[in-house]
């Protein structure tokens, strides 16, 4: 689905430039601190005025709370303060948190098992749909479904409400999700929540929660809606045990900001206003705000990015300094009520597995992970992957591999890729290196086309700890002359969820499409947007309203301004449905960046070279140290660039240079 072009009218306070400054009313610096909680590293950027400090650690995923705070205490001693946590953390003016924990939860399949209560038969045919419906609904929800008739008399829903639960909790149901159709479903579902309130002190049976799927969302799609509630319904333990634990610690520590939760729609808010179905997929749209900052910032009108880390590449694009989305996000295969970043995942990382089949190389999607990892990373993994390849081409310096961090081992490497690439397909070491490289570019390459045609002024982006790597490449089987590696490359979703503001989002359905109704709407959109705004201490007044209405056609959805009830009747007249929506958002500070144009340039500084394998032939090339480099330092092809947490390769008739921002622009001579 391409880009939502949304015209709106709005009221209130005018949102914050990627120019924001750092700094308080009375001078002081502000101290921004944000974490991206991944699956295998957990990244923190912390911005205080014009220092950016950053650091990665190994995923704790027995106790999130344990690799977070180990960050934390890295940048406090960064900062000169010693492993001072309580130090860092009562100084924090912002504190932005994202996980993909829920993510990797219903990857795994790992979570509460559900019940499902719905009024007819026939829901459950809607819900599995699609093959990859049908096998999630399965492990999901199962033969955990009952049928109840709403429309019973209050004595006989009390008793059929009663023999459905026990029905569902002796199937082994640990949370029960109730959704209802037609268009007086919320109705419905209040009949049932005020019974179950009657009949028990609180809607909670014993430990097994009854939940709504109104209190998610109003959607007229009733599968969309079920879908949205079962996947919250999923997600939200193990989410909200950890982030309420953490933010508990946290103010243990006296800190004062509270702790924003960034979501998938690009805005961040309290944990207590925050479902767990908006994590999802919030890593990546962290690395997107990033993308469209850069986007604004330079100008660009198209950026296509790819963030690769060690399983997966994960591609995006801006566009008119919009991040490319999908108006119903997809979910597992599964259509879900929210928006979401039309962000798509390529099985292809560092640490892809790379073997040989058929007579030729094929890159993933299984993945070493981090454990056993890479073959050089000395854990007993036998599988050759790009990491191994790097090593044994010379690229990676074994001693400063992530930091000095983790040493990587050339003979483990080695044997990986002559057992698994050289000796199957009849290689030289050498040969079976630039085949490895060739193929594992190729499929990234293979996948940002699939995502997007690409035109000349496309400009292309790469961040995680990979993405730099082989990005010259990348870019030359994709057609691309302009690549930008942004400052703090290998934490840059983390920095990018530094340019979200905190916001929420609101809808309903128009049943009534009077004048009278509309403002209603309105009116009790703006009521929940008060109260939430309240409950963070927040103004309404101090924020920016933004009022639209989203018509559906045949299946096609416009978005228009909410002008006046009057005079959307006729905009409404055509509607088969429309929908109400109020965003709401207080702009929050955000990390500044430097204007770029201009710039002197000068040779950059190298004070070392390393031999690698390139074009052909083993040869010296120099190093370029990312943060001793001078803006506008500039230098030529084949070389290395590199940072604590990254190593790339420049290829020869490639050229890069240091902007005014600390991005390097790489540009093909």
């Known amino acids: 689905m391409g880009t939502e072009q949304i015209r709106a009218t709005t009221t209130g306070a005018q949102p914050a430039t990627s120019e924001a400054r750092a700094l308080s009313s009375d001078g002081r610096c502000r101290r921004l601190i944000n974490i991206d909680n991944g699956g295998t590293f957990t990244d923190i950027c912390v911005v205080e005025g014009a220092r950016v400090l950053r650091t990665k650690t190994v995923t704790t995923p027995y106790d999130l709370s344990e690799c977070l705070f180990n960050g934390l205490r890295r940048v406090s001693a960064q900062l000169g303060h010693g492993e001072n946590l309580e130090r860092l953390l009562r100084g924090a003016d912002l504190i ?12 795994e399949r790992k979570g509460q098992r559900l019940g499902l209560i719905v009024d007819n038969a026939a829901a459950t045919d809607d ?52 959704c209802f159709s037609g268009a007086d479903y919320i109705e419905r579902e209040k009949r049932i929540e005020h019974i179950m309130l009657k009949r028990f002190p609180t809607h909670l049976l014993g430990s097994v929660p ?4 109104h209190e998610i969302t109003d959607d007229a799609r009733s599968a969309r809606r079920t879908w949205s509630a079962l996947f919250n319904a999923f997600l939200h333990p193990a989410m909200e045990q950890f982030l309420y634990a953490a933010q508990r610690r946290m103010r243990s520590l006296k800190t004062a900001a509270p702790l924003l939760i960034f979501r998938n729609d690009g805005g961040s808010a309290r944990i207590a206003k925050t479902i767990a179905l908006k994590t999802f997929g919030s890593g990546p749209r962290g690395g997107m705000e990033g993308v ?38 997809v979910i597992e295969g599964v259509e879900v009520s929210f928006p979401l970043a039309d962000v798509v995942s390529v099985g292809v990382g560092g640490s892809s597995v790379i073997r040989s089949a058929d007579g030729e190389i094929r890159v993933g999607p299984q993945s070493v992970g981090s454990m056993p990892g890479p073959a050089c990373f000395g854990r007993g993994g036998r599988e050759a992957t790009i990491t191994d390849a790097f090593l044994l081409a010379g690229v990676f310096d074994p001693k400063s591999f992530f930091g000095g961090g983790l040493r990587l081992e050339a003979e483990p490497g080695l044997k990986a890729v002559m057992d698994n690439i050289a000796k199957p397909l009849g290689l030289s070491l050498e040969d079976a290196l630039v085949r490895m490289e060739e193929a594992w570019a190729g499929k990234i390459a293979d996948g940002i086309l699939a995502y997007s045609p690409v035109s000349a002024r496309i400009v292309l982006t790469a961040f995680g700890g990979a993405g730099p790597m082989s990005i010259c490449k990348v870019a030359e089987k994709i057609g691309v002359s302009k690549v930008i590696v942004p400052g703090q490359v290998a934490v840059f979703s983390a920095v990018g969820i530094g340019f979200s503001d905190l916001s929420q989002e609101y809808q309903l ?34 924020c920016t309203m933004t009022a639209t209405v989203a018509c559906t056609v045949n299946g096609i959805e416009s978005v228009f301004p909410f002008v006046s009830g009057a005079e959307l009747r006729a905009e409404l007249a055509v509607c088969d449905e429309a929908v109400v929506q109020l965003r709401v958002v207080r702009p929050l500070e955000r990390p500044p960046m430097v204007p770029v144009g201009g710039e002197s340039f000068s040779p950059a500084v190298s004070d070392s070279t390393r031999r690698i394998y390139i074009d052909g032939r083993w040869e010296k090339v120099p190093v370029y140290e990312v943060d001793s480099q001078n803006v506008g330092a500039s230098a030529e092809g084949p070389a290395i660039i590199e940072e604590q947490f990254f190593t790339g390769k420049i290829e020869r008739g490639w050229r890069f240079a240091m902007s005014a921002n600390r991005d390097l622009i790489v540009s093909k001579i």
């Open 210 to 213: 009854l939940l709504f799927s």
């Open 96 to 107: 932005r948190y994202s996980t993909t924990q829920g993510t990797n939860a219903l990857v």
């Open 509 to 542: 359905q128009v049943r009534d499409r009077s004048a009278a109704a509309l403002e209603g709407y309105l009116r009790e959109l703006e009521g929940r947007a008060a109260r939430d705004m309240f409950a963070e201490k927040i103004r309404l007044a101090d």
């Open 292 to 329: 469209k900052a850069l986007a604004r910032h330079y100008g660009f009108d198209e950026l296509i990015s790819v963030d690769v880390g060690g399983t997966t590449s994960d591609i995006g694009m801006v566009a008119d300094g919009t991040i490319r989305s999908q108006r119903h996000g």
């Open 127 to 178: 819900l599995r749909g699609a093959i990859a419906a049908s096998e999630l609904f399965e492990v999901l929800v199962g033969r955990r479904v009952a049928i109840l008739d709403a429309n019973l008399d209050d004595d006989a829903l009390d008793r059929a409400l009663v023999a459905v639960v026990h029905q569902l909790t002796s199937d082994g149901a640990n949370r029960i999700v109730v």
